[in-house]
Every structure is written in C-alpha cells, then in structure tokens.
C-alpha cells in the first residue's frame, strides 16, 4: 500500500519550469480560503446549538435550503456580468466586512443574527471556494490543469485541516466570536497570494467572466417528463433524494448528541476538531486507499451500498448504545463517503445517460432536488419531534428504514446501469468523454469485452475505444488476444491503440497487414510499424518505393523522416496525388516547407492547397512570418491572400495574431473582412492570447470613417433622383458595404469588450426594430469609451449621421457628378466600375470612359446586372457578383448552332446577353429565351445533360460560367457558398410548399 501510495505521489507532482510560482500561490490561495471556511462552519454551528435547542435546527435546514437557491442564483447572475478579477476583488471586501458586521452582531445576542450568520456561513463556500477553482481553471490550461490539480487539491484538504486543527486548538483561549476576525485575517492573507499570482507571466483575469457564462437551462416539466420515461432516471433521483434527507437526519443526530455537555467554545472546538480534522482526514483516506479498489471490485452497485451499509450500522450501534461516538460515527461515515465513495458511484450511474440530459439532470438535482431533499428532511425531524417523546430515537429508527430502501435502490440501480449501457453501447450513444473517470467498474468493462469481441465491428471499435480511456485496464493483452480473429476496422483501432501506447507485441501483425493489398487497416498498421519499429528508414524506404498508392500515402503519412530528396521529386511531379504527398512528407523539413509550401497554396488542385496548408499549421509560430507578407500583397490574387489568411488563422499562435493585428487596413474589403473574422476567431478558440487595443481603436476609427464617406455619396445619388441600371447597382453596392463595415465595427468592439454583449447589440441593430435599437444604442452608450462612442453610436442613429461625419471627419454631402467622380478617383475596381457606368448611362463627361481598364470594368459591371437575373444568385450581393463576372467567359453563336444539347455534358451556365435562342424537344420548338435570361442555370451543381436542345435563332452573344471555375472560387469564398446554399434551401422549401413550379 505504501508503494502505491508513493507511485500515485509521484503521478500527481508533476510540476513544470514555469509552473511553480503559479502553482504554489494558487496552493496557498485555495488553503487560505478553505482554512478561513472550516474555521467559520464549526463557530456558526456552535454559536447557533448554544443559543437555540436542537428543536430549532430543522428551522435552520429550512432556511438554508431556501435561501441557498436564492442566493446562488442571484450570485450567479450579479458575477457573470464582471470580469473574474472584478468578482475576486468584491467578493473578498465584502466577506471581510459582513465579518466585522456579523462580529459586531453576534455580541447583540439577537435571534435572527444566528439564523444569518449560518446562512452566510454557506454563502461563504459558495463564492469564494468555487471562486477560488474558478481562478485555477484561468490560470492553468487543459493540460497544465491535468498535472496540477492534485497538487491544489491537497493545498484545500490541508487548508480544510489546518482550519479544523486551529479552531480546536484556539476556540477556548480567544472565544467563538472573535474566531471571525481569525477567519477574516486569513481571507485577507489569501487575497495577498492571489494578487501576488495576477502578477506572474501569462495571468491576466480581466478576459474571464466572474461565473460561468454556459448556465445549463432546465425545465422542471422537461425533466419531469424524462424521469418518468426513464427508469433509470427515476432511480438516480430517489437515491439522492434519499441520500439529501439522511444526510439532514444524521447531522440533527450528530448535533444532538455533541450539545449534550458542550456549549459555547469548547462545542466549538469539538466541532472544529470534528469537520475539519478528522472528517478531511478520513475522506482523503477513502479517496486515496478504498474507493478505486471498491469500484474495481465490486462495480457500481457495491460503491453504492457503502454508503447506506455503514450509516445503518452506526446507526444501529446509536439506537442501542446512544453516545455522541457513535453519533459521529454515523456523521463521518456519512459526510465522507458522500465525497468519495457515493460521488464516485453516482457518477458511474450518470455515465450511461446522453450528456446533455446528464448535464440538465445535475443542475436539476443541484438546483431543485438537493434543497426540496433537505426541506424535506427537516420536515421528517418536525414531524417526528410532534408524534414522538423521544424524537432522537425516532429520527435514529428512521434513519435505518431509510438505509434499508436505500440499499433496495442501490441493488436495483446496479441492474438497471447495466441494462441502460448494453442498450447504449448497442446503438453507439454511449458518451467517450463520459467514460474519462479514474475508476474501473467491474460490470461495465465486463460488458465492453464482451462487446469487443463481436463480430459487428463499429461496436467492437466503438468498445475498444471506451476501454482506451479507462486508467490502468490491462488493454494490451486483450488486444493481442483479439487481433488474429478481428475484422479489419477492429485490427485499424487496435494499431492506432498499439502506435499511441507504444506497444511492441504486435510488430508481426502490423508486418502482415502491410503486405495485404487494399487493407482497410493499412494507414494503422503503418503508423504503427513506422513509430515503433527499431529499422524506420529501411521500411520507409521500402514502403515509398511501392507500385501501391496506397501504401506510399499510408508511409508519408505516417512517418517523420520522409527523405528530402523524395519529397523534391513529389513536388516537381505532374501527378497531383503525388504533390499532395510531398506537401504532407514536407513536416519532416520544417526550413523547406517555410519556402516551398507557401507557393502551392497557388496550386490548381484542391487536394494539394489542402495538404500544404495542413502542413503549414503543424509549423506553429514561424508561420507567420512566411504567411502574412502574402496577405498584405494587394497585388495577389484575392483568393492567394484569403488562403493564406485561413492558415495563418489555423496555427492559433501569438505571432499569428499580431501579424493579424498589423493587417486589419488592408485595401481589399474581401481580405480585411477576413482578418476582422479571424480575430474574432481567435479569440473565441485562444482566450490565452494577448489582444493589443491600440490597433483595435485606429481601425475603427478608419471604418467609421469609410461608413460616413460612403453614407454622403449614397445620400447625393438618392437625392439626384436620377435612374439607371448602373446607379441602382452602385446605391445597392454602397449599402452593402455600409452593412458590412458596420459588421466589421462590431466584430472589433467584440475585441475589446465582452463579446456576447456586443453580439446581442449587433442584432438588435440587425433587426432594425426601434425599441431594441434604442436599447442598443442606450447599452453602448453605457460601456464604450468615450472616443468610439462619438466615432460609432452616430451612424446606429440615421438621423444624425451626416452631422458627425461632417464634425468628426469634415465629410459634406457632395453632388451626385462629384461623388461619382471621387469614386472613379480612389481607384477601388468594383466601385470605380459602377461609378463609370453610372456616369456614362447619366450622361455624365469623364476623361477615362475611353481607356481600355475601364471597358473592361465597364464590361465587368454589365455581366453583373445580366447574374443579378440568374435564381441561382439572387442572394449574392454586387461585391460578390463581381467576383463571379471575373471568372465569366464571352462567347457568340451564329444562327442555328446548338449551343447545348442532351448528348453532350452539361459543364456551364450561359447567359443571353444579346440574341435569342430556341429550346427544342425532338425537333419541336418549346420556348424561345431572350436577353438576360440562363440556359442550364443549374449546370453549376448538376452535371446531368440538359434535356432539350438549345439552338442559336440569330447571331447571340453568350456569358459563360464553367462549374470547374465556379467550384474554384467557392473553395475560396465560403459567403459565396453559403450564399447561394440559402437560395438553394429556400427554393426548394418552395418545391415542397408548391409555391414554385419544378
């Protein structure tokens, strides 16, 4: 057992360079905390049994049950609503001062100061305990937390002790009450340790919330209704509905009998000695020593007798031999096992049921079922106190008939578990996560054997997996046990088990696999030879050198040390399949990839851009560098830089996010949209990372400065009152704009304040309702600084935009010639080509309607108005349809040449721009389509011959849009896809309500 106990010390201290200042003040911080509460729990108790007889306790129970939802709940919403440092700081001047308050109180020896002061008592652990876990999980990350945790929770069992230990010792020399200003002495000391950790690298609280925003919303009635379709679901509940009303008649028990012949401190002291000493100890012992061999031997119904068999046994000894020890027998046997032994039980029982209806049952149990439990209790007590003389007995007799049906539900969970996990594994809904517990129950690996060895393989897969994730289960000769008479897909996962644990015993196998063609199990066996074999570079080399793709894919990918000279040749081939090898063996030669792989995001095959930027992300931080020259490039291709752009988002690094930073003025709208979505990105998936304000603000003020240029031109070319098809274009594009740089607006003030508030005040603006705007508007004006608040909350409000921009940025509304001619000017193509066009069809003079760049544009404007008829993209805006156009080619058909016809594939989209052409069936003429209108519109998405011959009538001019360049640009445009995915959702909601003739 010692050896043991020293094996698992030295799992559990395991701390890092770099670790330990953080580590050793969040220890002292949470013992400090917890010392503070374990010496204010036994003082609370002891000054309230010797003020009132224990008849008055099941009153207290009452009040605490219900004022404990209360005060949690308001608590909750009151700390969401601050940053985690804010909620630190208030909560620990306001425990020290209601300690001096209630100090001061308590001297009054008024009733209902009592009936506070245990109330607050609970209070207490409810803030500043799981404020103080809080804190540990900002401080450390995931896995940071997974070798540290143990280490904290030491510094609270110690805390808890050290607590107990103190008010033992000291209750009688300085007195019950003044024990408070003990308390309130080390809840300043631990806020000492906690600003002396804000001051260690990487810590910065302000980001975090002061509770958790993820609140888990339950309905009673939807809760209900799942207890009464689930039997096992009824079991949990009257468990712990049982286990909450004995846990109340076992402390009225324990309480009784410490009153008899102890009173003031020396009932202190003993209580003091009780919860903090000795319970801490002997739940650390059944932690440490009994519950894991418990759980492993006997499954999850013996786990869940433990608790009910000891109390009926102390509470026999009690009703036979009444005496506080055996009182406080049956309290230390209660209050530990409740945190060991029955949590760990109760939450095997929870592992079967879905997460989400296990998450909402916690909360219901928390919220409702533990207070109801314990009010329930209470009113056993009183009930008992008035049919009884001996209410004691009493309550003692009802405490076993309780552990009796408690061990009745136990027995019957332990079936139930079991049936409810077969039914689980059977469909495939048992939760992986759920199975990451540090305890093996008997049945349940058991049944997962059992299920491992059958011949359906996605539940055998599925079984292996759970079985990975439980510590210490002796997987690998199970494994080596199975692998001969396994399916394929089994064989895959026991490889991929096999690579990551670093097993030996299965190299022949593996050996075997590879030499099988067209083995499902292949790419495992690989992995698996490749990163345990003694030989790699000779079976690397062999593998590579094979006739089989699959096999020289399965060896790049999974090996580390592809040979440079290889990975050259793969790159120089005209295969694409063979450069997307090289792309991915180029992680073995990180210096070669920062050179070559940026280049190929440029690559004309999808597969090989994938597999560069894939490769690219591994690099981590020197990506950068590499990466963020090329989306500066206003001369690269749009789609180079949005490439770019999506991989340097991918790495998550601190050098991405201040190249990130240093790119938000880029020209194009397209690009800088994307870097505004990519720090918004990174911000949601990297908290950890440092935002800088300051380029934050600049941006905002040159957006709010573009809104207010582009709102005086949009207003000189209404008030012209001028129509043309090219004006109404450009007013529509200048909308458009105005929306997205207000989204843009807002996507960088959720950089700087809470996101979540900012979001919700972004879609009331959204939805334009005047109430909900105006409580926008009224919410920004209440949190923004007062330089963005004049630079933003103006162009929210319509009516007032043209005044500020003329005060902030000396912008006057123009004619509609001259804001015509500025945008021809400031050289953006789309706007310069609408506003041209605009120009020419008004009638205005410009010096560059004859250049040949501005027939192009001038062509590029007229193929958008002719898409703007196609249904397939009306839900795109001009920007957009811009960037269609540019891919469109001109063609031109004399009369009678068929343009499409049923024997030949349908691989484009064409556009009458002028002409007409005939739509035939078997010679027959069916329609004839005129200007602006689409033939094969569909031909972007189906492939399928169109079933009708369309044949030229007279000299046509056509607009073609090829599938292989539109799926091109939708690789790099996913507004665009998502886009044209509504338009395509909502007609064919339409097909289905016969709105819409198919």
């Not at 790495?651 to 990130?660: I, P």
Request: hydrophobic residues 50%; charged residues 20%.
């Amino acid at each position: 057992m010692l050896k043991r106990l020293q094996a698992r010390l030295s799992r559990a201290i395991d701390v890092r360079p770099g670790e330990y200042a953080r580590t050793a003040l969040m220890f002292l911080y949470l013992m400090c905390v917890l010392l503070a509460y374990y010496i204010l729990k036994p003082s609370s108790r002891a000054l309230f049994l010797t003020r009132f007889t224990t008849d008055h306790l099941p009153y207290l129970y009452m009040v605490m049950a219900v004022s404990g939802g209360i005060l949690a709940y308001f608590y909750s919403r009151i700390a969401v609503k601050w940053s985690l440092n804010a909620a630190v700081n208030a909560s620990i001047v306001f425990v020290v001062l209601c300690l001096l308050e209630l100090w001061q109180l308590l001297d009054t020896g008024q009733s209902w100061v009592y009936y506070v002061f245990n109330v607050w008592v609970s209070l207490f652990s409810l803030v500043l305990v799981s404020q103080g876990w809080l804190v540990a999980s900002q401080v450390f990350d995931a896995r940071e937390a997974k070798r540290v945790y143990g280490i904290l929770a030491g510094g609270a069992v110690l805390g808890a002790a050290i607590g107990g230990s103190l008010t033992a010792q000291f209750a009688a020399a300085v007195g019950t009450r003044n024990l408070l200003m003990v308390s309130a002495a080390f809840v300043v000391l631990a806020y000492v340790f906690y600003r002396l950790l804000l001051l260690q690298p990487g810590v910065n609280l302000e980001r975090a919330r002061g509770a958790s925003r993820e609140e888990i919303e339950f309905s009673v009635r939807d809760i209900g209704q799942a207890v009464l379709q689930r039997r096992h679901l009824q079991v949990i509940v009257a468990i712990l509905t049982v286990t909450y009303v004995v846990d109340t008649l076992v402390e009225f028990q324990f309480n009784s009998m410490a009153v008899r012949g102890r009173s003031g401190d020396q009932l202190t002291a003993f209580l003091g000695g009780f919860y903090g000493l000795y319970l801490n100890l002997a739940t650390f012992f059944l932690q440490i020593f009994l519950t894991s061999w418990i759980v492993n031997r006997f499954g999850v119904g013996g786990t869940l007798l433990a608790m009910p068999i000891g109390i009926g046994c102390a509470s026999g000894a009690m009703l036979f031999s009444p005496g506080v020890w055996a009182a406080g027998a049956a309290r230390l046997i209660e209050a530990s096992t409740r945190y060991s032994l029955n949590r760990t039980g109760m939450e095997l029982l929870y592992l079967p049921l879905p997460d989400d209806l296990k998450q909402r049952t916690k909360a219901f149990v928390d919220v409702f079922v533990d207070r109801m439990a314990r009010g329930l209790g209470a009113l056993v007590i009183l009930g008992l106190g008035a049919l009884f003389t001996d209410s004691l007995t009493a309550v003692t007799v009802a405490v076993l008939v309780l552990c009796c049906v408690w061990v009745a539900l136990s027995l019957y969970a332990r079936r139930e578990y079991i049936a409810t996990v077969r039914g689980r594994l059977e469909s495939r809904r048992l939760d992986l996560e759920s199975m990451r517990i540090p305890y093996q129950d008997a049945g349940l690996l058991r049944l997962l054997e059992e299920t491992a060895r059958k011949q359906s393989p996605r539940q055998a897969v599925y079984a292996l997996a759970m079985l990975d994730e439980v510590p210490d289960y002796p997987l690998e000769p199970f494994a080596v046990r199975m692998v001969h008479q396994a399916p394929s897909e089994v064989r895959a996962k026991i490889f991929e088990i096999a690579a990551l644990r670093g097993w030996h015993s299965l190299l022949s196998e593996a050996r075997a696999e590879i030499e099988q063609p067209g083995s499902v199990a292949l790419k495992s066996a690989v992995r698996y030879a490749c990163s345990v074999n003694g030989r790699e570079d000779e079976l690397l080399v062999r593998m590579l050198d094979s006739k089989d793709p699959k096999l020289v894919e399965a060896a790049v990918e999974s090996s580390t040390s592809t040979p440079l000279s290889w990975v050259k040749s793969a790159l120089e081939s005209s295969d694409p399949a063979r450069r997307r090898l090289g792309a991915l063996a180029l992680r073995a030669h990180p210096k070669y990839a920062l050179a070559e792989l940026p280049r190929m995001l440029a690559d004309g095959d999808s597969r090989v851009r994938g597999a560069a930027a894939d490769t690219l992300v591994g690099l981590g931080e020197d990506v950068a560098p590499v990466l963020a020259p090329i989306v500066a490039d206003e001369a690269a291709l749009s789609r180079l830089r949005l490439r770019a752009l999506r991989v340097l988002t991918r790495t998550q690094t601190q050098a991405a996010l201040d190249s990130l930073m240093g790119l938000l003025s880029v020209e194009d709208l397209v690009v800088r949209s994307g870097v505004v979505r990519a720090l918004t990105t990174l911000r949601d998936r990297s908290p950890q990372l440092r935002f800088g304000g300051q380029p934050v603000e600049e941006q905002i003020q040159l957006e709010a400065r573009s809104y207010y240029a582009m709102h005086a031109a949009l207003g000189a070319l209404r008030q012209s009152g001028r129509k043309a098809p090219a004006l109404a274009l450009l007013m529509r594009t200048l909308e458009e704009r105005m929306g997205r740089t207000v989204e843009r607006l807002f996507r960088l003030l959720g950089l700087r304040y809470p996101p979540k508030d900012i979001d919700a005040a972004f879609r009331a603006y959204q939805r334009n309702k005047q109430e909900e705007l105006s409580n926008a508007i009224d919410f920004l004006d209440n949190i923004l600084d007062h330089e963005l608040k004049r630079l933003v909350l103006p162009l929210l409000d319509e009516d007032g935009t043209d005044d500020q921009a003329l005060l902030l940025f000396g912008i006057d509304r123009p004619t509609a010639g001259d804001a015509l001619g500025r945008m021809i000017d400031e050289g953006d193509p789309w706007l310069m080509g609408c506003a041209l066009a605009a120009a020419r069809d008004l009638g205005l003079n410009s010096g560059v309607l004859g250049r040949p760049e501005t027939m192009r544009q001038l062509n590029i404007v007229e193929r958008v108005i002719a898409l703007e008829g196609v249904d397939l993209m009306k839900g795109l805006t001009p920007d957009q349809l811009s960037r269609v156009a540019a891919i469109a080619t001109q063609d031109s058909a004399q009369p009678g040449r068929d343009i499409l016809t049923p024997q030949s594939p349908l691989d484009a989209m064409y556009i009458i721009l002028d002409g007409s052409v005939a739509l035939l069936q078997d010679g027959e003429q069916l329609e004839v389509v005129h200007q602006n209108e689409v033939l094969g519109s569909w031909a972007l998405l189906d492939n399928s011959p169109l079933p009708v011959t369309a044949r030229a009538l007279e000299d046509t001019v056509l607009l073609r849009i090829s599938r292989d360049d539109f799926f091109d640009l939708l690789s790099d445009n996913m507004e665009i896809a998502s886009a044209i995915l509504s338009t395509l959702v909502k007609r064919f909601r339409a097909l289905l309500s016969g709105e819409v003739k198919q």
